[in-house]
């Protein structure tokens, strides 16, 4: 088969899976994203040898979770979230994630923001100061166990086990942190962050979204 050919066939079976953008989904493939991410949804994981199988973070929901001025710099210019690799608490991130040009990077930002979950709700959450998010993320709940995040005097502080929330309020849309903190078992049925729903109110679950979608 000829180089046009493949090129035709995959057009056409990109062209085929109902709201994807065959260009960008091509790129998306022909950068060999799809070797660590998946982007068809719902979640895929049932157990934790699913989970521990995974090269990369799943990006079915993408354009629910980020924010697309933050995706399309982060592409050109990826610096590690993560402070430990994906899915080890040994190995630090060595911070190795290809790089795209700006050209790539608009094209691959435009397909992977085209990916929503309806779980996610717009317009719930505004970021803004909370003592009382704060006094949960600190001291009620283990979050700062696990995550980083910008305390006072530029410092950072928390665990280094789960992604860190430094620049949180560029990088993550707020809705999609109340959304997780309310049901995260639709974005990772298998984790190991614990499940608020139940121990938390529906309202200090809004005050940590709003505490945490303000960290820079």
């Not at 982007?39 to 040898?49: H, L, M, Q, V, Y």
């Not at 354009?63 to 040994?90: C, E, H, V, Y």
């Not at 994630?97 to 317009?123: I, N, Q, R, W």
Request: with cysteine; aromatic share 8%; net charge positive.
């Amino acid at each position: 088969m000829t180089r046009a050919m493949t090129a035709l066939l995959t057009g056409l079976l990109l062209a085929a899976v109902p709201g994807l953008a065959s260009a960008d989904q091509a790129l998306f493939e022909a950068k060999g994203c799809g070797e660590c991410h998946y982007t068809d949804g719902p979640a895929k994981e049932k157990t934790i040898d699913d989970q521990l199988a995974k090269k990369g973070p799943e990006l079915w929901y993408a354009g629910s979770k980020f924010q697309k001025k933050w995706m399309a710099k982060w592409l050109t210019d990826p610096k590690p979230i993560r402070p430990m690799a994906f899915n080890s608490l040994t190995e630090e991130n060595k911070g190795d994630h290809p790089k795209l040009d700006k050209k790539e990077a608009k094209k691959m930002t435009a397909f992977l923001m085209g990916l929503t979950s309806d779980a996610v709700k717009a317009g719930r959450v505004k970021p803004k100061k909370s003592a009382k998010g704060r006094l949960i993320f600190t001291k009620k709940m283990p979050c700062s166990g696990c995550h980083q995040y910008p305390a006072k005097k530029k410092k950072i502080k928390g665990g280094r086990s789960a992604p860190s929330l430094v620049g949180a309020k560029k990088r993550l849309n707020p809705d999609w942190v109340l959304a997780y903190l309310e049901n995260p078992s639709v974005f990772k049925p298998v984790k190991a962050m614990p499940t608020f729903a139940g121990i938390l109110s529906a309202k200090d679950m809004m005050n940590v979204a709003r505490y945490v979608s303000n960290f820079k």
